[in-house]
Each structure stands twice: as C-alpha cells, then as structure tokens.
C-alpha cells in the first residue's frame, strides 16, 4: 500500500510538472511573439530615419555642389559684366572677353555678348584642350529668339535658362546664365556664361545612398536633365513619364510637388515594387532632384535578421520543450533534494576552507622579529563570506590589506579570492599603494558583469622607520592609536571595481615605538543587537583605549561586539586586523611632529605646537613668538603656492630638538617650487614702489640661522634651523 501510494503522489507530482511546463511554454511563445513584435516596430522606425537621414543629406550635399558651381558662374559673369558694358562700342573687342571668360573658369563650357540692336554675337567655347571663337550672328541660329537671350531682358535680372541642346552654338546639352548689360538705361547686350551638363550628370550619377539607389533631376519646366535611363534625358519631361509608370497618379503628384518647387518624400509603387521617393530643390536654379530608393534596399537586411530571430525563436521554444520534457523525466530525482542539500552544506564548508587557508591564520606571524606584534581574524556570517585581510613583509616594508566586498555568499567570495591574490600579485613588485590599488581596480572593473565592488585599504609600513604610505578606496578609516585615539586620514576614493582608469591619491603618516594601526570591516560598527541599535564606532575606540597585545587587543573587539550583539543573528562579516608597531625607541634628538591639511583656517594649531617646543627646551616667549610667526610665513606659502585652489593635499612639519638648535623641516608632496629662490626683499622702498610678495621668505630668513631647499623624491623640503643660545 505505502508504494502504491508514493507511486500515486509521484505520479501526480508528473503531471502537475508537465501542465506547468505546458503553461512555460505558452507563456513564453506569447512573450516572444510580443518581444518580436516590438523589435519589429522599433526597429523599423530607427531604419526608417536612417534612411531618412541618409537621402536627405545625400541631397542637400548635392544641392550644395551645384550651388558651388553655379556661384562660380554667377560670380564670373557678374565680374566680367563691366567689361562688356565698357567695350559695348568696340565689338572687335567683346570676342576676347567671352574668350578670357572661357580660359578663366574651368566650369564655363561657352560664353558669348549678344547685341540688341546689333546682330553681333561673338561666342568662345571649350575644345579640348583650346578655346574656339565662333559668331552666333547667323540667321540659322537667331539668337534674338533664344530663351538665354529673351529672358533676362524681360527680367531686367540674371535668368538661368532651362537645358538645351545647342545646336549651331556649343552643340552640347547645356544650361546657360545670362546677364542684361545696361548702357545708359538702356538694354544694349546679353552677356552670357554656358554650363555644360555632363558634370551634373556624373555628379547626380555617383549619389548612393544605397546601392541600387535611382537618382533624377528635372529643370523648372519638368524637362528629365539627369536619369538612370538615358533615353529620357532631354527628350521627356516627368509629365509624360508618369502617365506611363504605375502608380501614375502618386507619381504625378511628386512631379507637381517638385514643379512646384517643394520637398519631401512619398512612396510609390512601380512593376510590384514599392519605393521610397526623396526630393528637394536646388535654388537659384529651379532644378528639382529626387533619390528613389527601393523598400527591398532600406528593409532587406532587417527582414532578413527578422527570419534569423524567428529561427532562433522557434529554436528557444523547441529547446525549452526538451529542457521540460527532461525536467519531467528527472522529476524524481527529487526526492534526493535532501541528500543535495547535505551535499552543499559539505561543499560550502570545504569552500570556507579553502577561503580560510588563503589567508595568513598563525599568529605571532613573524616569532623572528620584536618589532611587531599583529593579530586579525574573520568571522563570517554564512559558510563563505567576502571580507578579506592580507600581509606580509618585503624589503623591510610590511604590506598589508583589508576589505570588504559587496554581497554575500559564494560570489562575494569569489570576488574576494581575486581581490586578494591580486593583491598578492601587485605588491610584488609595486611599492605604491596607489599604483597598487589602481591596477587592482583597473583589472576588476574589466568584464565585471556582476557589477561586484569592494572597499579596500592597502598600506605599506617602513618597519626600519615607522613611516607608513596608504591608500583607502572607499573603506572604513582605520583607527590610529598613537599619542591619541582617533580615525587616520582618508582621502574619499572610490571603492575598487566599480570604474576604471580611476586615479587614487596616496597618503603618509609617521607611528612611533608603541603606536597601533586598527582596521576594520562594517561589521563591527553596523553589529546589531535584538533592538537593532547598532555597536557604532563609539563603543569600539573605548575598547580600544586599553593598550594590550595585539591577540588580547582583537579578543576584546570581538568579545565587546557578541556581548553587545546578544541573541541577535549575525548580519554581517566581522573583520579585524592589528597591527602594533614595536621599532626600536628614538634615542637622543627629540623629534616633534605636526601635520596640516591644506587648509589656512589650521594655521593657529601651530601654537600650541610651538608652546609645546617651548616646554622641552626651555627657549623664552619671545623667540617662541619669533618661531611661531616664521613658520606660520612658511606653512601659509605652502598652502598658497604648492596646492592650486581647491585641490587637496598635506603639509607637514616636523620639528628636530638639539641641544643648542631646534632644526625644522617643512615637507609637502605639492607642484615644486623653491621659495628660496625669491630675490632679497628691499624694505627700504615705499610700500607703492616695492614689487608684490617675498615679505614672507624675508621675514622667515631674518628669524632663521639656516634655511634651505630641495626637492627629493617628488616632495618639496624646506629646511628652517634656529640656535636657541
């Protein structure tokens, strides 16, 4: 009975899967056919203003060059046109100005000056490489009948003339510009200028906008000028051609359209085809041109990636039917899903593992040396996590890290596997944290399509000297435990991954015997408790404040967080790494240092580290009023001159007690300048003759014994030395 009974409920659980999978794919074939659809649509009309874009710019480039050689014609007839009318009574004389006008403008096939009351018309015009004269005063030719002739005297103004064949003239199909020459009033001559039309012909002839793209051109009466077919080419007008071509009426609408000096464009059908008809006209002239595009063209390559979609489509579906058929048949594999489950669990723990054994877990890690005392550790909040520590000493510089990556889980861990053994990689060779971090993040922004980032802090501290140079992108500032409690300056870069070519900024700090670096992921301070109040920054640095071994020290931190946290589950991973710096204590000078943002409004702490000078080597209050004016002149010149406005940075101090002298170096990673170098300030002059600045460097070198500049390293270093007896 009982395998009766799971045979009926696996039975049931099959065609409960199969109606499913059946409803899958109705679902998806609608949504398919609708995606299709809207492709379709969409794509139609961004092919459609292309070629929109595409024919009109075609025509007004086209317009444009006609217009080009038109202007030349114009131009050359109404320059030579006070010639004519200088040379009117001299018509001996006329025939050199027509051949000058030739010779002159390769674009002019023939000119000629036609008399009125005369029949005196001498007319030059291109023979080969030469210039021919010949006379149109015949009575075969009667150039008093002429249009170029009759026009523009009853204009009063320059006419282009519709094309012709000039038979007994240029004996060339040709337009023709003519100008009225005025004498006294009076009409006395047409001066002339001959186009000839095998160049627009070529010119409309190369305009494809598509390959099998029909191009014509129509003079101002509809006379065809330029047409794929030739035989229509000054023999028919686009009249008589659309009474003949299906669709005529459409047809001749676009004739009337261009008659009438219009643009646009229109569709029409012609032997079963349908076409798209772009046209325009050329001004000055009247002339009209349209581009006849066939659909198949425009269309023809989204039609076909139309077809390949649909196969593909067909494809998906087919393909979505075996994935449920085959879902259907595995159906009761199932009933494993407890077993799997136990599988994963066992994965996800070597997984953890795995991440565990990548990252430095002996500590002491370094038994060898006494000058540093470290200690770190994550906990993570599910099996795998995305925080990450790592460090290790090279050329006696400890390089270390910290970070947190974004999300959870098997990805976040991932992630955070690169993000370490770059890392590790990086730091080999670079001593640059900002080198580092920026080649880090220029390598993770590359095919990060999960859009995964991570706050990161990498720093590398020099253990012979205690001088520390980091870089923080977009990560929790570490706390300083130095002479005070507090946050370490950070500069606001972006955390890694999120965009490459990003240029991060590095800083410098000085920690001495004793002092400690604590990093930390948000896990510590965003740890709630079951009133989710958060564990915050606050009760962190008070657990901080009691100086212990590093292991001690992160054993506090984390006890402090799961008392506070309670009963309340873990949110987050909770990441904390120690670094406590033992370097050999400073003997002998005492050294006093200070550190700036580039800001004027920080200048008055210099008193109280110039009071604090004054305690250890006993100089009286007025040299120390002395010592604090000269080095407010100096540090205020840094601010001024090393940083652009608006640009952020550090200046530092750093003041050497000797017995005898107190030597003070002034330091900043800014543009180099020496101030040194500024000329002797000539206080005897008056206030309006002296040149503005150098006051500043002037008083610094009447306080000081000793100043002096260098540029080391890319730093601008100003050394002040004052003897005190």
């Known amino acids: 009975m009982a395998r009766k009974s799971l045979l009926k409920k696996e039975s049931e659980a099959i065609k409960k899967a199969a109606l499913q999978g059946l409803m899958i794919v109705v679902v998806s074939v609608v949504t398919l ?32 060059q006609i217009l080009s050689v038109t202007e030349q014609v114009e131009t050359a007839v109404r320059n030579a046109a006070w010639s004519v009318e200088y040379q009117i009574g001299k018509p001996d004389s006329l025939a050199a100005i027509t051949s000058r006008m030739v010779e002159r403008n390769p674009v002019i096939y023939g000119s000629t000056v036609a008399l009125v009351d005369k029949m005196v018309a001498p007319y030059s015009f291109q023979d080969g490489d030469h210039v021919t004269k ?37 004996n060339v199909i040709m337009t023709t510009y003519s100008v009225p020459v005025f ?24 305009v494809k906008v598509y390959p099998n793209t029909y191009n014509f051109m129509i003079s101002r009466a509809g006379l065809i000028m330029v047409s794929p077919a030739e035989t229509l080419v000054m023999r028919h007008s686009i009249q008589e051609v659309a009474e003949k071509t299906d669709g005529s009426e459409v047809f001749a609408e676009v004739g009337e359209a261009m008659l009438a000096g219009h643009a646009g464009d229109t569709q029409l059908k012609y032997k079963g085809k349908v076409l798209r008809v772009f ?34 489509q067909i494809l998906g579906v087919l393909l979505l039917i075996v994935i449920i058929y085959f879902t259907i048949k595995n159906q009761k594999e199932l009933n494993q899903a407890s077993e799997s489950k136990t599988r994963i669990e066992g994965e996800l723990q070597a997984a953890s593992d795995i991440q565990s054994s990548m990252l430095p877990k002996t500590f002491p890690p370094f038994p060898s040396r006494d ?49 370490r053994s770059l890392f590790r990689s990086v730091s080999n060779h670079e001593h640059s944290p900002a080198k580092i971090v920026t080649t880090m993040n220029d390598s993770l922004s590359e095919s990060n399509d999960a859009s995964m980032f991570v706050t990161f802090f990498c720093g590398v501290l020099d253990m012979k000297t ?86 001690e020290q992160m054993a506090c931190v984390a006890d402090a967080v799961r008392e506070f946290r309670g009963e309340a589950a873990q949110s987050d991973d909770i990441t904390v790494l120690f670094i406590h710096y033992l370097g050999k204590e400073e003997t002998g000078d005492k050294v006093l240092k200070i550190t700036f943002d580039n800001d004027i409004s920080q200048i008055p702490r210099l008193e109280g580290f110039i009071e604090e000078i004054r305690e250890d080597t006993g100089i009286d209050a007025g040299l120390a009023m002395s010592l604090n004016l000269a080095l407010e002149e100096a540090v205020t010149n840094v601010m001024m001159y090393a940083y652009p406005e608006g640009a ?62 260098e540029n080391k390293n890319g730093m601008n270093i100003l050394t002040m030395i004052k003897n005190t007896k």
């Open 466 to 551: 205690g001088h520390m140079v980091y870089c923080n992108a977009g990560h929790n500032a570490p706390i300083a435990l130095t002479d005070r409690i507090g946050e370490l300056p950070v500069d606001s870069n972006i955390p890694l991954g999120i965009m490459p070519g990003f240029a991060f900024t590095e800083q410098e700090a000085d920690i001495r015997y004793d002092d400690a670096i604590f990093l930390y992921t948000d896990g510590v301070t965003e740890a709630e408790n079951i009133h989710h109040e958060l564990f915050g920054e606050e009760r962190m640095i008070k657990v901080l404040h009691t100086r212990r071994p590093a292991s």
């Open 371 to 419: 000058d540093i005392d470290m200690a770190a550790a994550i906990v993570p909040a599910k099996e795998v996590g995305g925080d990450l520590y790592d460090f290790y000493i090279r050329d006696e510089k400890l390089f270390y890290c910290i970070g947190d990556v974004s999300g959870k889980g098997v990805p976040a861990s991932l992630f955070m596997a690169v993000t």
């Open 33 to 64: 056919e609708a995606t299709s659809l809207l492709q379709y649509y969409f794509s139609s009309k961004t092919i459609t203003a292309e070629a929109n874009r595409r024919a009109e710019g075609q025509l007004k480039a086209t317009e444009l």
């Open 279 to 312: 046209f325009d006209t050329i001004s000055r002239t009247g002339w009209s041109m349209s581009i006849i595009i066939p659909e198949d063209e425009i269309y023809g390559e989204s039609k076909r990636m139309g077809f390949v979609v649909m196969l593909l």
């Open 648 to 709: 952020s940075g550090s200046v530092n101090l750093k003041a050497i007690l000797k017995e005898g002298s107190v030597e003070f170096v002034l330091w900043d990673k800014g543009i180099p300048f020496d101030p040194t170098a500024a000329p002797e300030a000539d206080t005897t002059l008056g206030v309006e003759e002296r040149a503005i600045g150098g006051l500043g460097i002037h008083l610094v070198r009447n306080i000081m014994d000793s100043i002096s500049y």
């Open 183 to 206: 004498v006294r009033g009076k009409p006395a001559a047409v001066f002339t200028a001959d186009v000839s039309l095998d160049w627009l012909t070529e010119l409309v002839g190369k």
């Open 134 to 170: 010949s006379s149109l005063a015949t009575e075969e030719y009667d150039y008093h009948s002429q249009e170029w002739f009759v026009k523009p005297l009853e204009a009063g103004a320059g006419y282009w003339s519709e094309p012709y064949f000039d038979e007994g003239g240029g």
